[in-house]
């Protein structure tokens, strides 16, 4: 069974940044994608950015520009870097890995983006 583990969250004021960070650990096979999803109260759980194996990079549209995802392959471990945070990015943020044809998932980590 795949843990992952979210860290990183917070309160930020608009404009300001947040790193977020997720490890993923007891995994038996490659873990073929990594990424993160969101979900604000009252919506449904959307795409963030997701990094394949092979580095290739997916992005929502409402955040290209101003987030950038990375995988550290080694350690199992995926990254999300927010910058110019907008009011409208506050959501819990969930980690997400794909190892086979399996979806896992973490437990979320609130961002609030608020003056």
């Known amino acids: 069974q795949v843990q992952l583990a979210e860290s990183g969250g917070g309160l930020v004021q608009p404009g300001g940044s947040l790193r977020l960070s997720c490890v993923a650990s007891?995994?038996?096979?490659?873990?073929?994608?990594m990424g993160w999803y969101r979900q604000a109260p009252g919506k449904q759980r959307e795409l963030v950015a997701t990094?394949?194996?092979?580095?290739?990079?997916n992005y929502a549209d409402s955040v290209k520009g101003r987030f950038t995802i990375s995988r550290d392959a080694a350690k199992n471990t995926v990254y999300l870097q927010m910058s110019n945070l907008k009011p409208e990015d506050t959501a819990v943020y969930y980690c997400?890995?794909?190892?086979?044809?399996?979806?896992?998932w973490g437990q979320g980590t609130q961002v609030t983006v608020s003056s």
């Open positions: 997400n890995a794909v190892v086979l044809t399996t979806d896992y």
């Open positions: 990094v394949t194996s092979g580095s290739i990079l």
């Open positions: 007891n995994s038996a096979f490659v873990i073929y994608r």
